[in-house]
């Protein structure tokens, strides 16, 4: 009798622990193949903001409220931003990506304050970069009258445009996954899907805004929805690496009016390797 007891209090423990090891690879495996970032706390992302010569107020204050506003819709993302007025190895250091935004390349090109090689540097050593506007023109290796590009963008070309309109961009089936809208947008009202499963954001600003190109075959983040402009045929948002380090350049400005903080915070989250 009494060993009929021990044997059954055995297997009532073989029991228990075969569920347990059952339910934490089952948690692991949830956890791998069904990932959400808008539920899931991410590291916080220092990001170094230009301010110096060259820049314009107006970007350095849209992108500083598009960084605040999508903390503000998402508590699982934070940013710790700072600004700067140079850029080199000291200013760099502890930060995770660096924004070069909307300004006059001319100055930006010539600034005695910015140091090129360091943020080649900074990239190639993991880090991210995004350039809007003018921090697309000098992180490319734009050719032009008003400079010669930066290279950090090792594959991304562009050429200059003096255009000044209000466009709506397509976010392609690549930008989606690049950027993981699939897993949520972190501002789904912000967004429109269409039937194809790509995304219109409507209303984009371009001011002088570059058109951008990749060498060899490549596939933008996103691409003009309008035909029959000048910029029909060149990238909106194109991606690329530098070493180990991520980078997005943006020829339109997602940091102003009307803005869109959800496609800014997962640029930023997609070259800082969050997402």
């Not at 107020?57 to 934070?78: F, H, M, R």
């Not at 090109?109 to 990239?123: L, M, R, Y």
């Amino acid at each position: 009798m009494k060993n009929i007891k021990h044997f059954k209090y055995t297997i009532f423990l073989l029991v228990i622990i075969i569920f347990i090891v059952i339910g934490v690879i089952y948690g692991f495996n949830l956890q791998n193949d069904s990932p959400n970032t808008c539920n899931t706390t991410l590291e916080t992302v220092n990001v170094l903001i230009y301010q110096g010569e060259g820049s314009t107020t107006d970007s350095v204050k849209g992108l500083i409220y598009c960084l605040e506003q999508a903390e503000k819709d998402n508590s699982n993302i934070q940013f710790n931003y700072t600004t700067t007025t140079v850029i080199d190895s000291e200013n760099l250091a502890y930060q995770d990506v660096l924004i070069i935004s909307g300004g006059d390349i001319r100055y930006i090109f010539n600034n005695p304050s910015i140091n090129p090689d360091d943020i080649k540097k900074f990239v190639e050593g993991g880090k991210g970069y995004i350039g809007i506007c003018a921090g697309a023109y000098v992180a490319s290796n734009y050719n032009g009258e008003y400079g010669t590009g930066w290279g950090i963008a090792p594959n991304i070309e562009c050429n200059y445009t003096s255009i000044d309109d209000m466009q709506p961009l397509t976010i392609t089936n690549y930008g989606i996954t690049t950027l993981k809208y699939s897993d949520g947008a972190i501002n789904p009202c912000e967004f429109t899907r269409n039937d194809s499963g790509t995304i219109i954001l409507p209303s984009f600003p371009l001011i002088n805004s570059p058109r951008l190109y990749k060498k060899s075959n490549y596939t933008s983040i996103a691409v003009y929805t309008e035909n029959d402009t000048i910029m029909s045929g060149s990238a909106a948002i194109l991606d690329d690496t530098y070493g180990s380090g991520r980078i997005i350049l943006s020829g339109p400005h997602p940091e102003l009016s009307p803005a869109k903080p959800g496609l800014v915070a997962r640029m930023v989250l997609w070259v800082s390797k969050r997402i």
